[in-house]
């Protein structure tokens, strides 16, 4: 049972990027590729040959899989309602945060790698937007750790709902707030805009310029199991209280639906903002983070 | 023991001075061993539960010296040992590359022995006027290990901001031993037990804060840590690792000390370390991104980590104080582990950084570059050094790290000061957000790319008598990362010692958490291994090699690279107000204009504040009475000669006029 949530994170992760697609097709009014193309062309990438850069050296290979694996491992930590998930214990969202950065270090140095100057700058990018958003993370489950008494992400989330209407809408809050992590760490709008053909305003996109073939596929299929995987995150602020299986599925599969379309709509309707806004973009929302956290304080009646 | 020890110390420093210039480093290697093996060998009882305790007869200055070592001490003792060990064994070869005189290279090999035997001497000492002595053999080897390359100018400079410094924090010591001699009587270290009992709260935390400033000099606590950035690049490599990586735990060893004999005021303690360790945390990892020169970069990490293992203390004196097991032990526990994984990861980033140094001549970051391809092997140790440092699984650095997140975040759920916690947490990630910063910058413009200046040699991989000791330190690192659980069960008796009583609860909590760790990260290690094996069967043979793409732009030019300045622009600009910045910049003139330079040098704030200005005005102060420095001998001897009359003068005059006195009161 513990094999679930990956179970159903990686069912999800084969539409996500679909469905915003479509979304944004829809919203102007073109038809659009089908839901299934994203993952038909990280398919035709895993099969064709690569171009490799001679500049790059086993750095370069090595990283898209470490990358990968990454993501994969901290999966295994996202539990479904008060399902574990495969892997559980205390402190289990550090191991997550820091397993994430491992992958996103080696990203950054292969990027470096290939000694471009459009990569450096996408490196350098990432390298301090991951810094600035990684905060906001750890006082959420700070919070929310303060807030039940647990540490692993599974306790935290059984234990922290149904205590008070105040709960949900911390829990609301926390939802928006991972969303927006989401688009971050996946260099979504508003932060970076994947279509753009400008190699001056790209984040992810001019990192992974080089990549070609398998590495590619890899790459491409890293973004969509990320949003799978904080779509699951935020799923689990939503389930009910007996965490019966004929709501929680549905409502999992709804909250990732909500999610992707939500994304699509922003990428729609919203411009990339400049490069000079974005650290004040995501560092309001460590101050959104902190608003969750002061209203655990006031919960918890712990204010000095 | 002792006896044997001071001998075997003495007998080698002959040896050195008297062997051929070439066999010296040989000796100096065996000393160490010989040295390290004795204590060793007690430690490793002191850490299974037999702690070890002499009585010597230090004659009528010293009264009797007590030679104890608890399991605390006796970890401080195997960091060390190992450490210096293999900083010799670099060092050896390093210094093959820096000819020098006979004598200098005698005098280097000797400080290096009496620094570690010195070292030794303070974690067995438990007599403040002997721990003294210690302490100002170990601080004087260190500056004579410093200034190897006296010849330069910068070199010497920085070695007497190290030599200074460090006295300050000797002077700190000697007042607080003094204050507590002065009131008990006596020179053991258990009388500052005794003292604070007698005297009361408040007395006791003064005597702490005391203390801490001196201890916290040389572990280079903000603001007390303006040396370290000088003195580490000036050093030779090797004396830049094991000064980065124990010496200045030497301080963190006396702050450990302390809070062991200080029996109340925990809660006050707790928060003091923790505040101090975590501005000194991000203060240290904020102003090593702006470096560029790799040594420098690397001292301010050193000031970034101490900050981490404040942080574990802070946490584990807090959990003492408020009688929770698991937060003391995961605090101190993270804490000194801790101190064990920065003393290899970061000994390992100076070797590394000796060997590039070797190599190239410079240690300017933006002059390096596309490494990797000449230097493999260490460039393989320096990532997987930087990987550590970051504290990413499934390295070393993580497991302190998260063993001190677990003592925070326990802290978080049961003090009613969750929101003074909860800015540690938020320091902690941050720390490890720039650190992230900081190492894909220093590890991708040195060894990843193309070079970025013409070099002129070329430029080869180390021999393996050089990778050697770092390939054992590698090797420690990936092996505390995947067996985290043994060093638990070791570090248990050592935090016992402070909780005062024999801890299951936390010791059990915490090895469970290390067992699903180790779990954990062997999972990661086999899912990359997996996933790399699937990309061997998988991928398309069909690889193609060509240039970068460069938007159309197809000729090489290695001055189109990211530098390491431009990589960090964006962030610096956010912290421009935290730090100093210097840019000169030439102006483009005329049609076909000169070659054009750009510098831009980034200061210490606290540094310009606290130590330079009053440094200046002082020496405005002082300038006036230059005169009296003319440097005509016969001004010296008229000076002889006034103070002599003064002297003799003084005490007649003040006893006419007492005479005086007398007289005009019997009129």
Same mark, same amino acid.
């Given at each position: 049972?513990?094999?679930?949530?990956?179970?159903?994170?990686?069912?999800?992760?084969?539409?996500?990027?679909?469905?915003?697609?479509?979304?944004?097709?829809?919203?102007?009014?073109?038809?659009?590729?089908?839901?299934?193309?994203?993952?038909?062309?990280?398919?035709?990438?895993?099969?064709?040959?690569?171009v490799?850069?001679?500049? /790059?050296?086993?750095?370069?290979?090595?990283?898209? /899989?470490?990358?990968?694996? /990454?993501?994969?491992?901290?999966?295994?930590?996202?539990?479904?309602?008060?399902?574990?998930?495969?892997?559980?214990?205390?402190g289990?969202?550090?191991?997550?945060?820091?397993?994430?950065?491992?992958?996103?270090?080696?990203?950054?140095?292969?990027?470096?790698?290939?000694?471009?100057?459009?990569?450096?700058?996408?490196?350098?990018?990432?390298?301090?937007?991951?810094?600035?958003?990684?905060?906001a993370?750890?006082?959420?489950?700070?919070s929310f750790?303060?807030?039940?008494?647990?540490?692993?992400?599974v306790?935290?989330?059984?234990?922290?709902?149904?205590?008070?209407?105040?709960t949900?809408?911390?829990?609301a809050?926390?939802?928006?707030?991972?969303?927006?992590?989401?688009?971050?760490?996946?260099?979504?709008m508003?932060?970076?805009?994947?279509?753009?053909?400008?190699?001056?305003?790209?984040?992810?996109?001019?990192?992974?310029?080089?990549?070609?073939?398998?590495?590619?596929?890899?790459?491409?299929?890293?973004?969509?199991?990320?949003?799978?995987?904080?779509?699951?995150?935020?799923?689990n602020f939503?389930?009910?209280?007996?965490?019966?299986?004929?709501?929680?599925?549905?409502?999992?599969?709804?909250?990732?639906?909500?999610?992707?379309? /939500?994304?699509?709509?922003?990428?729609?309707?919203?411009?990339?903002?400049?490069?000079?806004?974005?650290?004040?973009f995501?560092?309001?929302?460590t101050?959104?983070s902190?608003?969750?956290?002061?209203?655990?304080?006031?919960?918890?009646?712990?204010?000095i | 023991?002792?006896?044997?020890?001071? =001998?075997?110390?003495?007998?080698?420093?002959?040896?050195?001075?008297?062997?051929?210039?070439?066999?010296?480093?040989?000796?100096?290697?065996?000393?160490?061993?010989v040295?390290?093996?004795?204590s060793? &060998?007690i430690?490793?009882?002191? %850490?299974s539960?037999n702690?070890?305790?002499?009585?010597l007869?230090?004659?009528?200055?010293?009264?009797? =010296? !007590?030679?104890?070592?608890?399991?605390?001490?006796? &970890?401080?003792?195997?960091?060390?040992?190992?450490?210096? %060990?293999?900083?010799?064994l670099?060092? *050896?070869q390093y210094?093959?590359?820096?000819?020098?005189?006979?004598?200098?290279?005698?005098?280097?090999?000797?400080?290096?022995? %009496?620094?570690?035997?010195?070292?030794?001497?303070?974690?067995?000492?438990?007599n403040?006027?002997?721990?003294?002595?210690? &302490?100002?053999i170990?601080?004087?080897?260190?500056?004579?290990?410093?200034?190897?390359?006296?010849?330069?100018m910068?070199t010497?400079?920085?070695?007497i901001?190290?030599?200074?410094?460090?006295?300050?924090?000797?002077?700190?010591?000697?007042?607080g031993?003094?204050?507590?001699?002065?009131?008990?009587?006596s020179f053991?270290?258990?009388?500052?037990? #005794?003292?604070?009992?007698?005297?009361?709260?408040?007395?006791?935390?003064?005597?702490?804060?005391?203390?801490?400033?001196g201890?916290?000099?040389?572990?280079?606590?903000?603001?007390?840590?303006t040396?370290?950035?000088?003195?580490?690049?000036? !050093?030779?490599?090797?004396?830049?690792?094991?000064?980065?990586?124990?010496?200045?735990?030497?301080?963190?060893?006396?702050?450990? *000390?302390?809070l062991?004999?200080?029996?109340?005021?925990?809660?006050a303690?707790?928060?003091?370390?923790?505040a101090?360790?975590?501005?000194?945390?991000?203060?240290?990892v904020?102003?090593a991104?702006?470096?560029?020169?790799i040594?420098?970069?690397?001292?301010?990490h050193?000031?970034?980590?101490?900050?981490? =293992?404040?942080?574990?203390?802070?946490?584990?004196?807090?959990?003492v104080?408020?009688?929770?097991?698991?937060? !003391?032990?995961?605090?101190?526990?993270?804490?000194?582990?801790?101190?064990?994984?920065h003393?290899?990861?970061?000994?390992?980033?100076?070797?590394?950084?000796?060997?590039?140094?070797?190599?190239?001549?410079?240690?300017? =970051?933006?002059?390096?570059?596309?490494l990797? *391809?000449?230097?493999? *092997?260490?460039?393989?140790?320096?990532?997987i050094?930087?990987?550590?440092?970051c504290?990413?699984?499934?390295?070393?650095?993580?497991?302190?790290?998260?063993?001190?997140?677990?003592?925070?975040?326990?802290?978080?759920?049961?003090?009613?000061?969750?929101?003074?916690?909860?800015?540690?947490?938020?320091?902690l990630?941050?720390?490890?957000?720039?650190?992230?910063?900081?190492?894909?910058k220093?590890?991708?413009?040195?060894?990843?790319? #193309?070079?970025r200046?013409?070099?002129?040699?070329?430029i080869?991989?180390?021999?393996?008598a050089?990778?050697?000791?770092?390939?054992?330190?590698?090797i420690?690192?990936?092996?505390?990362?995947?067996?985290?659980?043994?060093?638990?069960?070791?570090?248990?008796?050592?935090?016992?010692?402070?909780?005062?009583?024999?801890?299951?609860?936390?010791?059990?909590?915490?090895?469970?958490?290390?067992q699903?760790?180790?779990i954990?990260?062997?999972?990661?290690?086999?899912?990359?291994?997996?996933?790399?094996?699937?990309?061997?069967?998988?991928?398309?043979?069909?690889?193609?090699?060509?240039?970068? &793409?460069?938007?159309?732009?197809?000729?090489?030019?290695?001055?189109?690279?990211?530098?390491?300045?431009?990589?960090?622009?964006?962030?610096?600009?956010?912290?421009?107000?935290?730090?100093?910045?210097?840019?000169?910049?030439?102006?483009?003139?005329?049609?076909?204009?000169?070659?054009?330079?750009?510098?831009?040098?980034f200061?210490?704030k606290l540094?310009?504040?606290?130590?330079?200005?009053?440094?200046r005005?002082?020496?405005?102060?002082?300038?006036?009475f230059?005169?009296?420095?003319?440097?005509?001998?016969?001004?010296?001897?008229?000076y002889?000669?006034?103070?002599?009359?003064?002297?003799?003068?003084?005490?007649?005059?003040?006893?006419?006029?007492?005479?005086?006195?007398?007289?005009?009161?019997?009129?």
């Open positions: 049972m513990r094999m679930i949530s990956l179970l159903l994170i990686l069912i999800t992760s084969f539409f996500f990027t679909g469905i915003i697609i479509r979304t944004k097709s829809i919203l102007s009014g073109r038809k659009g590729p089908g839901i299934m193309q994203p993952m038909k062309d990280i398919i035709r990438s895993l099969r064709i040959g690569s490799y850069s001679k500049t /790059t050296s086993f750095i370069f290979q090595l990283a898209p /899989t470490v990358y990968i694996a /990454t993501i994969l491992m901290a999966i295994l930590f996202i539990p479904f309602g008060n399902q574990r998930g495969v892997l559980s214990f205390n289990d969202f550090v191991f997550f945060a820091y397993t994430l950065a491992l992958g996103k270090f080696f990203m950054i140095i292969a990027s470096l790698d290939t000694g471009s100057s459009f990569e450096g700058m996408g490196a350098s990018r990432e390298a301090l937007y991951s810094m600035l958003v990684e905060p993370f750890f006082i959420i489950m700070g750790s303060l807030l039940t008494g647990f540490t692993s992400f306790d935290i989330f059984s234990a922290m709902h149904f205590g008070s209407y105040v949900y809408g911390l829990g809050l926390a939802a928006f707030v991972f969303a927006i992590i989401a688009l971050i760490e996946n260099s979504r508003p932060v970076d805009d994947p279509k753009t053909h400008l190699e001056l305003t790209m984040i992810h996109e001019v990192m992974i310029l080089d990549n070609s073939g398998y590495d590619l596929g890899l790459i491409l299929y890293g973004t969509n199991l990320k949003f799978a995987m904080y779509g699951a995150l935020i799923a939503f389930h009910t209280p007996g965490y019966e299986w004929y709501y929680s599925i549905p409502i999992f599969f709804g909250v990732q639906l909500a999610f992707a379309v /939500t994304v699509g709509v922003v990428e729609s309707f919203s411009a990339r903002f400049r490069m000079n806004h974005n650290p004040q995501i560092l309001m929302f101050s959104i902190l608003l969750i956290f002061l209203g655990v304080l006031l919960l918890t009646g712990k204010i | 023991m002792s006896v044997a020890f001071l =001998i075997s110390t003495l007998l080698f420093i002959l040896l050195i001075s008297l062997v051929h210039p070439g066999k010296k480093g040989m000796v100096a290697v065996a000393g160490i061993i040295n390290s093996v004795m060793s &060998w430690a490793v009882a002191a %850490l539960g702690a070890f305790s002499q009585v007869n230090g004659g009528p200055v010293f009264g009797d =010296i !007590a030679i104890r070592l608890d399991s605390i001490s006796a &970890w401080f003792i195997l960091v060390t040992n190992f450490t210096m %060990l293999m900083g010799i670099y060092g *050896r210094l093959r590359h820096h000819p020098a005189r006979s004598a200098d290279m005698s005098m280097h090999y000797i400080s290096y022995l %009496l620094n570690h035997a010195a070292l030794t001497g303070i974690y067995f000492i438990q403040m006027l002997a721990f003294l002595c210690a &302490w100002e170990m601080a004087i080897t260190a500056f004579i290990l410093v200034i190897f390359e006296h010849a330069r910068e010497l400079k920085a070695g901001n190290y030599l200074i410094q460090s006295h300050i924090s000797i002077i700190l010591l000697t007042l031993f003094i204050w507590v001699y002065t009131s008990t009587g053991d270290f258990e009388a500052i037990r #005794t003292y604070c009992l007698s005297a009361g709260k408040e007395a006791a935390l003064l005597l702490f804060l005391v203390f801490f400033v201890f916290g000099i040389k572990a280079g606590f903000v603001p007390f840590h040396w370290l950035p000088h003195a580490h690049p000036a !050093a030779p490599s090797h004396v830049s690792g094991i000064m980065s990586g124990i010496l200045i735990k030497a301080g963190i060893y006396g702050i450990l *000390r302390l062991l004999l200080m029996p109340e005021n925990h809660l303690m707790g928060y003091f370390i923790l101090v360790s975590v501005i000194t945390g991000l203060y240290g904020i102003l991104i702006v470096q560029h020169n040594k420098k970069l690397l001292a301010y050193s000031i970034e980590n101490i900050g981490i =293992i404040g942080i574990g203390m802070g946490i584990g004196t807090i959990g104080g408020l009688g929770s097991p698991f937060m !003391a032990f995961a605090g101190y526990a993270g804490a000194m582990l801790h101190v064990l994984n003393a290899l990861f970061k000994s390992l980033l100076f070797y590394s950084a000796g060997n590039v140094y070797n190599a190239l001549h410079t240690l300017v =970051i933006d002059r390096m570059g596309g990797i *391809r000449n230097m493999p *092997r260490t460039a393989l140790f320096f990532l050094a930087s990987l550590a440092i504290g990413l699984p499934p390295f070393n650095g993580f497991i302190s790290e998260f063993l001190i997140y677990s003592g925070l975040l326990s802290a978080i759920g049961s003090s009613h000061t969750a929101s003074v916690i909860i800015l540690a947490v938020i320091a990630a941050l720390i490890g957000g720039l650190a992230l910063l900081c190492f894909t220093a590890f991708g413009i040195i060894f990843l790319g #193309t070079a200046h013409v070099q002129h040699a070329e080869r991989e180390e021999n393996n050089t990778l050697f000791p770092m390939a054992l330190t590698a420690l690192i990936i092996f505390i990362g995947l067996l985290p659980q043994l060093f638990i069960s070791v570090l248990r008796r050592p935090v016992e010692l402070f909780m005062n009583m024999p801890d299951l609860e936390g010791m059990r909590v915490s090895a469970q958490i290390m699903q760790i180790s954990a990260v062997w999972g990661l290690v086999l899912l990359i291994a997996i996933l790399w094996l699937l990309r061997k069967a998988i991928a398309s043979r069909q690889v193609t090699v060509g240039p970068t &793409w460069g938007c159309a732009y197809t000729t090489d030019s290695p001055k189109l690279q990211y530098t390491a300045s431009s990589f960090v622009r964006s962030y610096a600009k956010i912290i421009k107000p935290l730090t100093i910045t210097k840019k000169s910049k030439d102006e483009v003139l005329g049609i076909i204009p000169k070659p054009l330079h750009t510098e831009t040098h200061h210490d540094e310009s504040g606290l130590v330079d200005w009053p440094t005005n002082l020496r405005g102060f002082l300038g006036r230059k005169f009296l420095q003319n440097g005509s001998v016969q001004f010296y001897v008229l002889g000669v006034v103070f002599i009359a003064i002297s003799i003068a003084v005490p007649l005059i003040i006893n006419a006029v007492r005479n005086l006195a007398h007289i005009l009161k019997h009129l």
